[in-house]
């Protein structure tokens, strides 16, 4: 098992960013991480805070449009997952954009603010999500704004080890 970071501008062939349509009602996926073949990644949805051990998933959004200004904070963010042979993707949590578009990127990577986004960002799954060989894990936007992948940024820690080895942590 190792500990792996999951960046929006560094991870390669594993990362797919695509442009949001702004559409009424409609959520628009912008980011999907797949996992690759021989493998299998837990995303935590537990952390070590301030206060010890909270539920929630480190997820740093920072989101903007192509003027560089962050994309409104009604917009609705999606998390789910899509397994290989699905015909829709599972939904975990949407949750507004609100709780990232206040606090700067370099804030979200400090322990102060961990607590007060991650906590808020509860997957309802446990002590992780476990995504096996071929699953995505998908973010979509709903909202006025379209996000320009030359001035966003998407992380998230992940724990990297074989097919089977995460079976107890469902």
Same mark, same amino acid.
């Given at each position: 098992m190792a500990k792996k970071?999951?960046?929006?501008?560094?991870?390669?062939s594993l990362v797919e960013l695509t442009q949001n349509v702004v559409a009424?009602?409609?959520?628009?996926?912008?980011?999907?991480?797949?996992?690759?073949?021989?493998?299998?990644?837990?995303i935590p949805n537990q952390f070590n805070g301030k206060?010890?051990?909270?539920?929630?998933? &480190?997820l740093k959004l !920072?989101?903007?449009k192509s003027n560089g200004q962050r994309i409104s904070g009604s917009s609705k963010i999606e998390?789910?997952?899509?397994?290989?042979?699905?015909?829709?993707?599972?939904?975990?949590?949407?949750?507004p954009f609100s709780i990232w578009r206040e606090v700067s990127l370099n804030q $979200?990577?400090?322990?102060?603010?961990? &607590? $007060?986004?991650?906590?808020?960002? &509860?997957?309802?799954?446990?002590?992780?999500?476990v995504l096996m060989q071929d699953y995505q894990f998908i973010i979509?936007? $709903?909202?006025? !704004? $379209?996000? !320009?992948?030359?001035k966003s940024y998407v992380e998230f820690g992940t724990l990297e080890g074989k097919p089977g080895e995460f079976s107890g942590v469902r």
């Open positions: 970071t999951v960046i929006s501008s560094e991870s390669g009424a009602n409609v959520p628009t996926p912008i980011f999907k991480f797949t996992v690759p073949r021989g493998a299998e990644f837990v206060n010890g051990k909270t539920t929630g998933f &480190d !920072d989101l903007n998390i789910a997952v899509l397994g290989p042979g699905w015909e829709t993707a599972k939904r975990y949590r949407t949750l $979200q990577k400090s322990a102060e603010y961990v &607590d $007060q986004i991650a906590g808020q960002v &509860d997957l309802n799954v446990g002590p992780g999500l979509s936007v $709903q909202g006025p !704004d $379209q996000v !320009d992948w030359t």
